[in-house]
């Protein structure tokens, strides 16, 4: 009986790994057959083309982000959604204005240098001299006597020697979204930040800051570097800005959603997505039109191969990324409101670099399995797959039961063109941008066929 039962098991084992070859055999043929439809037929570097130059930049609340939401919403429709509709959200209006400048006085000279205004800044025309501060610790440690009056100037190099450009950006943020209103406690009449990049260049990045009364502008990393010599130089340094920023009344916009239905769990939701907005220098394409053209392409790739999803697909367009993720904040409220379940979600907003894996928060169950599926990946250079963070616009979806993923790329140049106005679809790149596209398909096809359903 003994032997028996060990040949029974054993038969078992045979069967189960027969079965499990199989199965590795036929996900790794589809998975190839995906990124033959994506390099050979993809229209999402078309699909960047037409938003970045008929559109354009698509700050949330502009009229451009209004043509941006019909645009995606077109889009969908055309390619193949089930269905695809608006879900409504309220968005701040910002508008940076056309008048907007620097210049540096010393010596009495005078030097024009490009400033941007940072998002949410008031408008405003200053003339002042100089403080400067290394970090938000200095800053602190400052009085209003030696503040009032003058414009502080926050020089704060990004950390270089991080391999993660995005950690060295994420080490750098609070100077932009806190320095303006801290300046301002001390009497501050005005404050400008160096640029959160790595790249030494004329570039000047913008973004979001924290609601402060004072004109509030960033410089790049050329001018930040050669300003703070001129002040170790010589007492006698001015800068001199002009921003016409205006702050109106929130307006209405919305989340662009289109959907595959799926045949077995229509409730189970797997959502990929980007953000639509961008900010109004250059034309958004890095940050984040790549992620929301490789989102439409999953669902555009998974039509035209006639494949009919177990899970429901669902790609979304977030609008209001950059001014607070009202998007991202809004659709998991309705999801939750709605009685809707997310399997999994995926996020695109790195920039349209070469793919590398994917980071996950996700329950050790969902991480494990997925895990199991990263050798099909290796023939397509991906060798990333780790825990990590998993995006902005998705991250309010997060609870115990779903698996939330960042498609993760080379990031070594996106903060070269991140809020500036080098941000163009020239300096995207057609096949990383593909790449991208069949990597975050495949994930999507694996997670729709193997994760076990929800309880």
């Known amino acids: 009986m003994k032997y028996i039962k060990i040949f029974s098991i054993s038969i078992i084992v045979f069967y189960h790994n027969i079965c499990l070859g199989q199965t590795i055999k036929e996900d790794s043929a589809f998975i190839s057959k995906i990124y033959n439809e994506i390099l050979l037929n993809s229209t999402c570097y078309e699909e960047l083309r037409y938003l970045c130059k ?11 982000a209004d043509k941006a939401i019909d645009w995606g919403k077109e889009r969908l429709e055309k390619l193949g959604a089930d269905n695809a509709y608006l879900m409504p959200v309220e968005v701040p209006h910002w508008s940076r204005g056309k008048n907007e400048w620097g210049k540096i006085i010393s010596n009495g000279k005078t030097e024009d240098i490009p ?9 405003g025309h200053i003339k002042g001299a100089i403080i400067e501060v290394k970090s938000m610790q200095e800053l602190s ?34 100077i932009r979204r806190r320095g303006p209103a801290e300046a301002e406690k001390l009497g501050a009449i ?6 959160l990049t790595l790249a030494d260049d004329q570039f000047p990045h913008t973004g979001a800051m924290d609601p402060a009364g004072i004109p509030s502008a960033a410089l790049s990393s050329f001018h930040s570097k050669n300003l703070s010599k001129l002040l170790t130089q010589n007492n006698d340094v001015q800068i001199e800005i002009q921003l016409d920023c205006v702050n109106s009344a929130r307006v209405m916009q919305a989340n662009v959603i289109g959907e595959i239905k799926g045949r077995d769990f229509p409730n189970e939701i797997i959502t990929i997505g980007g953000h639509l907005d961008s900010w109004d220098v250059g034309e958004g394409a890095h940050d984040d039109g790549t992620g929301c053209v490789q989102s439409i392409e999953v669902l555009r790739t998974l039509v035209a191969m006639g494949y009919k999803p177990k899970r429901t697909i669902r790609v979304v367009l977030f609008i209001n990324e950059e001014f607070g993720n009202d998007g991202g904040i809004i659709y998991a409220k309705k999801t939750v409101e709605k009685g809707e379940r997310h399997l999994a979600a995926i996020e695109s907003d790195g920039g349209g670099f070469t793919p590398r894996g994917f980071s996950s928060q996700s329950p050790d169950n969902r991480f494990n399995e997925f895990m199991t ?31 939330l993923f960042a498609l993760t ?22 096949r990383e941008l593909q790449l991208g596209a069949a990597a975050m398909t495949s994930l999507v096809y694996l997670i729709d066929q193997h994760y076990s359903p929800l309880p």
């Open 54 to 64: 008929n559109i354009g930049h698509r700050v949330a609340g502009s009229p451009s």
């Open 409 to 430: 790329v080379d990031n070594q140049r996106y903060f070269d063109y991140h809020h500036t106005h080098n941000d163009v679809f020239e300096n995207v790149n057609k």
């Open 115 to 123: 400033v941007v205004a940072l998002g949410g800044s008031v408008g």
């Open 373 to 403: 599926w990263t050798s099909l990946f290796e023939p397509y250079q991906l060798h990333s797959f780790k825990r990590g963070w998993s995006g902005v616009d998705i991250a309010p979806l997060k609870n115990d039961e779903v698996a």
């Open 190 to 195: 005005g404050c400008i930040i160096r640029s």
């Open 141 to 174: 440690a400052l009085n209003s006597e030696q503040v009032r009056g003058k414009i502080v100037f926050i020089n704060k190099p990004l950390d270089a020697a991080l391999i993660n450009t995005g950690a060295a950006y994420g080490g750098g943020g609070e």
